[in-house]
């Protein structure tokens, strides 16, 4: 239900004004808080709360304010706080009393090519910021831009589709565009994206507003449609920055500028940039109590090349010791290492990943893990499916988890090295030199689910496998428990009767031990709301199936995975988890013949009918 004028939230600290507006999935709306400030309060409308992946939408909301909180710049809009009404997350925003570039220009017309380039290059710096904390914005465009109401400031608002990316790497993203401000590789899921896609839309906001008409959409212009230039609608237009207009806008993203300081370098505006270039003399203290020259290390991590940055680390780090050709630490050479030079390190680290790397981050999992040595590998993405990672297979990027880097080989890690490695992190009081926790988050507690069984199974052992990490072994209890519920062994697997009639208490204990201990990335209602969305609900074929398993990773290539290659770790994709092989003894076989086809669809049509029936 939308709220409406008078409305306390928080207790009475925040009084709704007014509704602001209503997109596909948020609402806004203009409040005040007990001191009598104006603020905007962002929430998710009553269509996506009605929705059965309501869940999903949730930690997406979450995601763009923690992505907000990593992006601060004086172009980029302000979050506050995050609140919690009801069931409801809301994020409470600093008000820009002003209108959004769209409105003014309606109201205006082209705007002079002074005015334009002050606002392209105020959002432009604000994105040099974005794409720095691997991020894309990917839906720039007018309505996207506030003007302060003195109208010399614009800033950078709705981060509702941004995006973690790795640049010129193929990935799948949501397909959502804006018509005539986005590039054609968002046209695609699978295609390259990189901070070219945002400086498409930029462009394009620029030519918006210096001719006051839109670009040719990209899907037209890719069969042959020509692009009008904007200097011919508007002779007043420089050709400097006409030519930058319109090498901003080529199709193909290879011809672009390939970041977003080299396009705005195109403009030449003249402005001073808010944004420094890299500076000569690092900004941070790199205090090292036996003469190491960590300069090196602080630029790498500052360009974000995190990869030759882990290498440089661990030399670094042999090289306090003389022992620069050896491959990792020993235990007494860790108890002994200058408590100086490990806060310099952790603190560069910290600090030029946002808090997502860094020796005091990994510290913090490794206590979550109750120090835990696979549990922790688990958590940081160190192993896969039980098994230790080779140091080349690690992931050198701001999408890696949390905690992966630095990897040093692992040599400071592995076979015990872990405890003693943050052993010396807590003796030396690193810590408190750089504060993860402005950053880092541990995953929220659980809440606690009653294991009432309705005929009396014991799921204690299910939530401490979960409770542990340990996704394989839990998966593999979780299909021991419902075969106990039903009466059945390993060999003859559930059949359809037990499937309808199992009992509704016992099916919603271990999908919420599955929901709360994955924070709602695992379990059978995720996978039912997955399984509604590839049209599930609807006269289900094979083809529904195929579709069901490449969206929960159970098909890699057109070809049903194995058992043994299914990924058992927090990284797996949404909804991968439970697949209780036991279950069904028909589960990952090959599918060589069509009864074998049937049964399968069968069974899982008759389990997530049953998970609707139970209302989990």
Same mark, same amino acid.
């Given at each position: 239900?939308a709220w409406?004028s008078?409305?306390?939230l928080q207790?009475g ?5 007014q ?7 948020g609402?806004?709306y203009?409040?005040r808080?007990?001191n009598?400030?104006?603020?905007v309060?962002?929430?998710l409308?009553?269509?996506?709360q009605?929705?059965p992946?309501f869940a999903k939408?949730q930690q ?14 004086p172009?980029?809009?302000q979050?506050?706080e ?6 409801l997350w809301?994020m409470?925003m ?5 209108e ?6 309606v109201?205006?017309?082209?705007l ?6 002050r ?5 432009g710096e604000?994105?040099t910021?974005v794409?720095?904390n691997?991020l894309?914005?990917r839906?720039i465009k007018?309505?996207n ?5 003195d109208?010399?400031?614009a800033?950078l ?7 973690e990316f790795?640049?010129n790497l193929?990935?799948?993203h949501?397909?959502y565009v804006?018509?005539c401000?986005?590039p054609i590789?968002?046209y695609?899921k699978r295609?390259?994206?990189?901070a ?6 930029l462009?394009?906001?620029l ?5 006051g008409?839109?670009?040719t ?5 890719a069969i042959?449609?020509?692009?009008e230039?904007?200097k011919?609608?508007?002779p007043g237009?420089?050709?400097r920055v006409?030519?930058?207009?319109l090498v901003?806008?080529e199709?193909?993203?290879e011809?672009r500028?390939?970041s ?7 403009l030449?505006?003249?402005?001073v940039?808010?944004?420094?270039s890299?500076?000569q ?10 003469g190491?020259d960590?300069r090196?290390l602080?630029d790498l991590?500052?360009q ?6 882990d290498r ?9 010791f003389?022992?620069?050709k ?8 860790i ?5 100086t030079?490990l806060?310099t ?7 030029y990943?946002n ?6 981050v990994?510290k913090?999992?490794y206590?979550e ?7 922790f590998?688990?958590?940081v993405?160190?192993r896969v499916?039980n098994k230790?990672?080779?140091?080349s297979?690690?992931t050198f990027?701001?999408n890696?988890p949390?905690?992966?880097l ?5 040599g400071?890690y592995?076979r ?14 690193v ?5 993860p926790?402005i950053?880092?988050q541990s995953?929220p507690?659980?809440?606690?689910v009653?294991?009432?069984s309705?005929v009396?199974?014991?799921?204690s052992n299910l ?9 394989q ?5 979780t299909?021991?428990k419902?075969?106990?519920v ?10 359809a009767e037990?499937i309808q009639r /199992?009992?509704c208490? =016992? ?8 929901a709360? @201990?994955?924070n #709602? +990335?695992?379990?059978?209602s995720?996978?039912k709301?997955?399984?509604?969305s590839?049209?599930?609900k ?5 083809k529904t ?5 490449d ?5 890699r290539k057109t070809?049903?995975l194995?058992?043994?290659?299914l990924?058992?770790?927090k ?5 991968h988890l439970?697949?209780c092989p ?8 090959s /599918?060589?013949?069509? =009864?074998?086809?049937i049964q399968w669809?069968?069974?899982?049509s @008759?389990l997530? #009918? +049953?998970i609707e029936?139970c209302?989990?």
């Amino acid at each position: 239900m939308a709220w409406t004028s008078g409305q306390k939230l928080q207790d009475g600290k925040y009084t709704i004004e007014q509704e602001l507006g209503e997109g596909g999935f948020g609402i806004t709306y203009r409040a005040r808080d007990n001191n009598g400030r104006k603020v905007v309060i962002k929430t998710l409308n009553n269509t996506v709360q009605r929705r059965p992946d309501f869940a999903k939408f949730q930690q997406d909301f979450l995601n763009e304010a923690l992505r907000l909180a990593r992006c601060s710049h004086p172009h980029i809009v302000q979050v506050d706080e995050l609140i919690q009404e009801g069931q409801l997350w809301c994020m409470v925003m600093e008000y820009i009393d002003g209108e959004d570039l769209a409105n003014w220009v309606v109201k205006r017309g082209a705007l002079p090519e002074a005015e334009a380039l002050r606002y392209i290059q105020q959002i432009g710096e604000a994105l040099t910021v974005v794409h720095n904390n691997g991020l894309l914005h990917r839906d720039i465009k007018p309505h996207n831009i506030m003007l302060r109401s003195d109208k010399t400031e614009a800033v950078l608002i709705d981060f509702g589709i941004a995006r973690e990316f790795t640049q010129n790497l193929t990935q799948t993203h949501t397909q959502y565009v804006t018509d005539c401000f986005a590039p054609i590789e968002q046209y695609d899921k699978r295609s390259k994206r990189g901070a070219y896609t945002d400086v498409y839309a930029l462009a394009a906001t620029l030519y918006l507003l210096l001719t006051g008409e839109v670009p040719t959409l990209a899907p037209l212009r890719a069969i042959g449609t020509a692009l009008e230039s904007p200097k011919q609608m508007n002779p007043g237009i420089s050709d400097r920055v006409n030519q930058a207009i319109l090498v901003g806008l080529e199709v193909k993203a290879e011809n672009r500028p390939q970041s977003m300081q080299e396009w705005l370098a195109l403009l030449d505006t003249g402005f001073v940039p808010t944004i420094p270039s890299t500076p000569q003399t690092p900004p941070d203290d790199l205090n090292s109590a036996v003469g190491i020259d960590y300069r090196k290390l602080w630029d790498l991590v500052a360009q974000g090349k995190w990869k030759e940055a882990d290498r440089e680390t661990l030399y670094l780090m042999l090289k306090v010791f003389h022992q620069e050709k050896q491959d990792s630490l020993k235990r007494e050479q860790i108890d002994q290492f200058p408590c100086t030079d490990l806060c310099t390190i952790n603190q560069l680290w910290v600090k030029y990943s946002n808090g997502r790397f860094g020796f005091t981050v990994q510290k913090l999992i490794y206590d979550e893990c109750g120090r835990n040595e696979e549990t922790f590998g688990d958590r940081v993405g160190w192993r896969v499916n039980n098994k230790w990672l080779y140091p080349s297979d690690l992931t050198f990027d701001l999408n890696a988890p949390t905690g992966h880097l630095p990897g040093l080989r692992r040599g400071c890690y592995r076979r015990g090295g872990g405890l003693y490695l943050f052993s010396r992190v807590e003796t030396c009081n690193v810590m408190t030199s750089a504060n993860p926790s402005i950053y880092y988050q541990s995953p929220p507690q659980t809440s606690s689910v009653q294991l009432i069984s309705g005929v009396g199974v014991d799921y204690s052992n299910l939530r401490d496998l979960l409770e542990a990490g340990k996704w394989q072994e839990a998966d593999r209890e979780t299909g021991k428990k419902m075969l106990e519920v039903a009466g059945r062994n390993k060999v003859d697997g559930l059949r359809a009767e037990d499937i309808q009639r /199992f009992p509704c208490e =016992d099916l919603q204990i271990i999908d919420q031990l599955w929901a709360n @201990y994955s924070n #709602e +990335r695992f379990g059978f209602s995720i996978q039912k709301s997955i399984w509604e969305s590839v049209g599930g609900k609807d006269k289900p074929d094979w083809k529904t199936f195929e579709s069901f398993g490449d969206r929960l990773g159970w098909r890699r290539k057109t070809t049903w995975l194995p058992y043994s290659n299914l990924i058992f770790t927090k990284n797996a994709p949404e909804g991968h988890l439970p697949v209780c092989p036991s279950v069904a003894r028909w589960w990952w076989r090959s /599918f060589v013949n069509s =009864d074998d086809m049937i049964q399968w669809v069968d069974f899982m049509s @008759y389990l997530l #009918e +049953r998970i609707e029936a139970c209302q989990l």
